[in-house]
């Protein structure tokens, strides 16, 4: 664990605002963390054991994700009897995925756009 991670609520609120941005994105960095951000998504609480199965890390792995996603305030987490339960802390986070996703779809379109546009030059002598 580094500093920041013991570092209290209170003194964190007095970071700099785009530090405090670029601490959430490093919540989002992983391909995993963002997959397990999906399967969060549909607001239902999922165990462990159902991210387990859905994203078929092993469980050291996803335990360290998660921890990074609690670290970062994106998911909370509650014991019910042997089962450990995670769910979205905000249900801001899937406007935040549903937003990238768009986002990732225009840009796509905008590459396909382009590639087309490419196509339909005129072919060039080759050396």
Aim: charged share 25%; aromatic share 6%.
């Amino acid at each position: 664990m580094r500093y920041d991670d013991f570092i209290m609520p209170s003194i964190q609120s007095q970071r700099p605002l785009y530090e405090v941005k670029a601490g959430l994105f490093k919540g989002l960095s992983h391909p995993f963390r963002v997959q397990i951000l999906e399967l969060l998504s549909d607001g239902a609480d999922h165990t462990v054991a159902e991210l387990l199965a859905a994203t078929e890390l092993e469980a050291s792995h996803l335990s360290q994700h998660l921890a990074v996603l609690r670290r970062h305030r994106l998911v909370v987490s509650d014991r019910r009897g042997s089962h450990v339960h995670y769910r979205l802390a905000w249900p801001e986070v899937t406007d935040f995925l549903v937003s990238a996703r768009k986002l990732l779809t225009q840009m796509a379109e905008s590459d396909r756009a382009q590639l087309d546009r490419i196509a339909e030059l005129p072919g060039l002598a080759e050396l």
